[in-house]
């Protein structure tokens, strides 16, 4: 090879044509078409043959050589037709050389025409291979083969640039014309939204987006936002955790004629008419299912505490489709901005609802206590109520001085409250925190839940599910216990506590745990208990009244041991979801109101403290967040620091956090 040569490479996948100017060793020093001079190895020319370049030629005119050469070249790769040639050698599978291969196709050959097979060879991806310095055709099986990928591979080109063409143009806010892709789009951004990598086609969604150039985390979300799938503040736990939002037509159809036309009562034949009781409710303003009442009569001795809960196993029947959804949801779920109820709002907030001034059929505990607060006798029957007043709780503490009855159920459950706690009871009352939305934004309150009107309803109703539970293990019935054993670390009960110690107190608690074995409840300090209270919202509570009313009703037990075992594996992590998604959405709620204030102040109180990374807790939130502080910051547990906040993402549950 000496300088004047032409010669063709390869560089970045396009094949360019050169001239050699220079010899550099085993190197070549060239002038390619695109008018860029380098130095080439030898290993790389693909071919070369001696130019009509002369000496005394100026750059330029070598350029326009190059130029007639590469569409000279280019004219004559045209008219070959490698399939032609293929199926001529294939018959025989007769191997040639790249010079034979020219002289075969034209009928002789030229440097210009060698080249011209030659890149028409190697742009070839079906018919032939280079082995040996020879030109072999490639099978038919095979040939078929690459044809197939190729066309494979084509329509995936050709997807991704239609999909990536019609995400750029969401991105930009305009709507996706095509309506089968909009729809493919759609549930593709969905699944990678809700599930991330772990999406069945992640990896095809990523490549769209990075194709579209929209490769942020969130863009998924983003688009679907854009696109009028998603709200800004789409709770994704629901989808991920397949938490059923709507009913079944059966269900609602179900619970549409039970409100129209109630069956005939069960458990009429051994109901009880309390209806000339003064019965009322307490529950929160924005409370819709009332599954819960109170009444109190005054007897020589002492008192009649009676606790009436709503009777939907009157309603709703065993394995019907309304009990079967009822089951699935386990219960009904409150997040700050809706309501997932455990049953249809037909019958959850009217048939089944313990409304003023109707009459309503109710599971009825009544305690007799003397004066004291001591228990001397109980009844549990099947009822007929009628509610004569619906308060709230802001209602009772309001009236508590001069209405009686409310003052003696304060007394009373206040008696029976230290009863409890003298037997061994420890009770954690931290504020609970609550979300409202208003048309000027998001509103945070915190809600003392010490009050007397709180007290009442919830001794009152620890009480009743302490009697349902001795009621099912006296009798010896299958049943579904709560139970909770003794703290992990040792909590001392009688000091006072400050809200750094309750809230130390609380991740010392032993998880609370549910099986067919009644054992004692440490924290509320009963030897058994289980949940009677909520049946409208809980299924454990329907499940327990089933089997209560089956008893007093004269029938045998409705459920056995292995029917609740079933049961329980179903109801449990249905009720630990709804737990896992009421604390997620009121962090969520809570970061975004927080996010508000970003650049400012905030005091936070010290929990603990992990290699001078401190856990805090923002006290007027009830907010856990995290601080990584330098070496030379120094925070012990109880300490109130000043903070700026920098930085909130609520979707990525993300607060940075700066000494202030």
């Known amino acids: 090879m000496e300088p004047g040569y032409l010669v063709e490479f390869f560089e970045e996948r396009r094949l360019l044509i050169a001239v050699v100017t220079e010899l550099k060793g085993e190197r070549l020093h060239v002038l390619t078409q695109t008018q860029r001079e380098m130095t080439l190895p ?14 005394d030629w ?3 005119q070598m350029l326009v050589y190059l130029e007639e050469s590469e569409r000279k070249r280019e004219s004559l790769q045209a008219e070959i037709n490698l399939e032609d040639l293929w199926e001529l ?12 291969m020219a002289t075969l196709w034209f009928q002789g050959s030229n440097p210009d025409q060698v080249a011209a097979m030659g890149r028409a060879l190697y742009a070839d991806r079906f018919f032939f291979k280079y082995k040996e310095g020879l030109w072999v055709p490639n099978p038919p099986s095979m040939v078929a083969t690459l044809k197939e990928k190729a066309r494979r591979e084509e329509k995936e080109r050709l997807e991704l640039t239609t999909a990536a063409q019609m995400l750029q143009a969401a991105w930009e806010g305009q709507e996706i014309p095509d309506p089968r892709w909009r729809e493919r789009l759609i549930t593709l951004l969905k699944q990678m939204a809700i599930f991330g990598p772990e999406a069945p086609e992640y990896q095809k969604g990523k490549a769209f987006l990075e194709k579209a150039r929209l490769t942020a985390p969130d863009a998924p979300f983003r688009l679907l936002v854009k696109l009028g799938v998603f709200h800004e503040d789409e709770n994704l736990y629901l989808y991920q955790l397949e938490v059923p939002r709507e009913f079944s037509d059966a269900a609602r159809t179900s619970a549409q004629h039970l409100s129209a036309a109630p069956p005939p009562d069960p458990y009429e034949h051994c109901r009880v008419d309390l209806r000339h009781l003064e019965t009322l409710t307490i529950d929160g303003e924005r409370t819709r299912d009332f599954d819960d009442a109170l009444s109190l009569e005054k007897l020589p001795a002492g008192w009649r505490l009676g606790v009436h809960i709503a009777d939907v196993s009157a309603l709703v029947q065993p394995d019907t489709p309304l009990d079967l959804e009822a089951r699935e949801r386990g219960s009904s779920i409150y997040l700050p901005e809706e309501r997932l109820a455990m ?24 305690v007799t206590l003397d004066a004291a607060g001591q228990l001397q006798d109980w009844v549990i029957h ?12 802001q209602e009772v503490d309001e009236m508590l001085p001069q209405d009686a009855t409310l003052a003696a159920l304060g007394e009373l459950t206040a008696k029976l409250k230290a009863q409890r706690l003298a037997q061994g009871g420890y009770e954690i009352r931290l504020p609970e925190v609550w979300i409202s939305f208003a048309p000027w934004g998001l509103q945070v309150t915190i809600e003392n839940q010490e009050t007397t009107s709180h007290q009442i309803v919830s001794e009152a109703m620890v009480l009743a599910n302490f009697l349902a539970a001795r009621f099912l293990a006296d009798q010896g019935l299958p049943a579904i216990y709560r139970s909770q054993t003794e703290p992990r670390e040792p909590i001392d009960r009688h000091e006072p506590k400050n809200l750094l110690k309750l809230w130390q107190d609380r991740r010392k608690l032993s998880r609370v745990v549910m099986d067919l074995t009644p054992h004692s409840h440490w924290g509320l300090g009963l030897p058994c208990y289980t949940l009677a209270t909520s049946p409208i919202r809980r299924y454990l509570d329907l499940v327990t009244h089933r089997q209560i009313l089956s008893v007093l009703s004269g029938a045998p037990p409705l459920y056995n041991a292995d029917q609740l075992e079933k049961i329980l594996l179903t109801i449990e992590p249905a009720m630990r979801r709804a737990a896992f998604l009421k604390g997620k959405r009121l962090r969520y709620w809570l970061l975004k109101y927080l996010a508000g204030a970003v650049g400012q102040k905030v005091e936070a109180l010290v929990l603990d403290e992990f290699n001078h990374r401190y856990r805090l807790l923002l006290p007027n939130l009830l907010l856990e967040v995290s601080l990584a502080a330098p070496a030379s910051v120094r925070f012990n547990p109880g300490d109130l620091v000043q903070l700026r906040l920098d930085k909130v993402e609520p979707r990525e549950d993300l607060v940075k956090l700066s000494l202030a």
């Open 58 to 60: 100026s750059r330029q």
């Open 382 to 393: 099947p009822s007929l109520i009628r509610v004569r007043r619906r308060l709230t709780y």
């Open 89 to 100: 050698l294939s018959q025989e599978n007769q191997a040639l050389s790249l010079e034979e």
């Open 343 to 366: 049953l249809p709002e037909e019958i959850s907030e009217n048939a089944l609802s313990l409304l003023a001034h109707q009459d309503r059929s109710a599971l009825s505990f009544l």
């Open 42 to 55: 030898r290993k790389r020319v693909l071919h070369a043959t001696p130019g009509r370049l002369c000496p």
